[in-house]
């Protein structure tokens, strides 16, 4: 149930106004008059899926306005928030236009490796992220497909090319290094099975030790100094604070590492400082409608809603609590009713999921179409896309569920892979394996979805927690790369 707006106080700034003060007055006044405007007329919190609908279908056959010129090196990257935002929808996509995407993506593939922001531009592995996943999303195998046109060892030599002695990639030649392009890379490097052990080679300490005092991650540490790169000892000094976006690749990057990590646990990471933080990013749901912001003392800002909305299933698994399932112990097994208690508690105390889909639902629609940051602010591929997944994630309990996990290990089939290495051929069979359980076993308990409002008209398709994309869409695409055949319902 929606707070009462008679309960709701002036922000308070002990009487010495900042700039930083004013901008979070205005803000709750703004969420405020929308809220009030819902409750009094007595309004039903809707998503307006069809404005959302068309307002995405313009940018997608009309092109983008002047005001983008701009974003000219980011193609790639819009391309995919359109995608994925009619896929999170539930928007098929017709042959055609599957193909047209294919043709636009495919030219801003490098001579060299990896793909730019645009046709004739210099690789990046951002720019290589968002093309990889709209590939995902309509390519096919066979000619023209996409899937088999991505030039997998010039991509894995181009990885190769920008991985630094601590164990941190550039983001292209010369480029800065952080944990964004160290999830971009890990995710790329993940989906078409190239992903090895000498890529990875120190990039678990890189992104533990961009874990800052407060619990979230830094965009980096500062690593070595010496001309020779040797790498200093901890504590490293932090470049940065603690930032939701960050804090959501990082994370994400530990999980996708833990199958070529020595030991199943998350060593260096201090799992509970981690919780903490993200719990407090998360907005008054007085004030601030439960709107998550990205970092200490900011506004709150619609695409946190994934970036740490949205992180909570992944803390879960990094404190070792996300099974889903009976979970063994020597003297029996804990019940499944005991687990749906255990979320219930982690759900009520930990991130409010009713709050966040009223602030998407009320505050981050904007009239004309799409999503936003915050009120009186334009709406946004960007922003559209990432107030729809932190939705999905708030409407839907995803985890790594352990059955499907063995399930897919019992239809495996031993494979040689592309990357040559030097491990054992069992090495090798039993890494790719558990790289594409790690990835393939992540499901929805749909019998604990949440929604507020009409579930018909407000419910979008959940999305994979690590990847942000269908979870249907990755399995398969992963079947093919690994050469599997396992049953995608698995």
């Known amino acids: 149930m929606a707070p009462s707006v008679s309960t709701r106080k002036p922000y308070q700034d002990d009487g010495f106004e900042t700039d930083t003060s004013k901008a979070q007055r205005e803000t709750e006044r703004a969420i405020t008059a929308l809220f009030e405007a819902t409750l009094d007329a007595n ?11 068309n307002w995405a279908i313009r940018f997608l056959l009309q092109g983008f306005p002047a005001r983008f010129t701009s974003q000219d090196a980011s193609r790639t990257w819009l391309l995919y928030f359109l995608l994925q935002t009619f896929q999170t929808m539930g928007v098929a996509f017709d042959p055609d236009t599957k193909k047209k995407a294919i043709r636009t993506i495919m030219p801003m593939q490098h001579i060299n490796g990896g793909f730019g922001g645009g046709v004739g531009q210099l690789p990046h592995v951002l720019a290589t992220y968002a093309a ?29 090319s920008l991985k630094q002695p601590d164990g941190s990639f550039a983001v292209c030649s010369n480029g800065e290094a952080d944990v964004r392009g160290t999830y971009c890379l890990l995710v790329v490097a993940t989906l078409l099975d190239i992903i090895t052990p000498g890529l990875v080679h120190n990039t678990y300490g890189f992104v533990k030790s961009c874990q800052t005092y407060e619990g979230g991650f830094s965009a980096s540490s500062q690593a070595y100094f010496s001309p020779s790169s040797e790498i200093l000892s901890a504590p490293r000094p932090y470049l940065g604070e603690a930032h939701g976006g960050y804090t959501s690749c990082a994370v994400a990057s530990l999980i996708m590492m833990r199958p070529l990590v020595p030991v199943h646990v998350f060593p260096g990471v201090n799992g509970q400082a981690l ?6 990013m998360q907005g008054s749901e007085v004030n601030e409608s439960g709107g998550f912001r990205g970092r200490t003392n ?20 990094i404190l070792g609590k996300a099974t889903g399932e009976a979970v ?57 896309l990432y107030n729809l997944s932190g939705l999905a994630s708030a409407q839907h309990r995803t985890f790594f569920s352990t059955d499907r996990a063995d399930k897919i290990r019992s239809a495996w089939v031993d494979a040689e892979g592309l990357i040559a290495t030097s491990e054992t051929p069992q090495e090798r069979h039993a890494r790719r394996r558990e790289t594409f359980v790690a990835a393939c076993a992540w499901m929805e308990d ?6 507020v409002g009409n579930v018909k008209e407000n419910r979008v398709n959940a999305v994979h927690p690590v990847f942000n994309l269908m979870m249907s869409q990755t399995r398969a695409t992963m079947n093919h790369f690994y050469g599997q055949n396992i049953d995608t319902r698995y």
């Open 43 to 53: 309004k039903p919190m809707t998503l307006r899926k069809n404005a959302h609908i």
């Open 132 to 160: 990889v996943c709209s590939i995902v999303l309509v390519g096919s195998p066979g000619p023209d497909g996409g899937w088999d046109q991505i030039d997998r060892q010039k991509m894995y030599n181009f990885f190769m």
């Open 275 to 280: 919780l903490r933080w993200a719990a407090m």
């Open 298 to 317: 900011k506004l709150v800002d619609g695409c946190y809603s994934w970036w740490v909305g949205g992180l909570y299933t992944l803390i879960e698994e």
């Open 328 to 384: 063994k112990h020597d003297e029996g097994h804990e019940s499944r009713n005991e687990k749906e208690e255990d979320w219930a508690d982690v759900d009520d105390s930990l991130v409010n999921r009713e709050a966040l889909q009223r602030y998407i639902l009320i505050v981050a629609q904007a009239s004309t179409g799409g999503l936003r940051d915050k009120p009186n602010v334009p709406s946004d591929p960007y922003h559209t």
């Open 446 to 451: 749909e019998g604990a979805s949440q929604y």
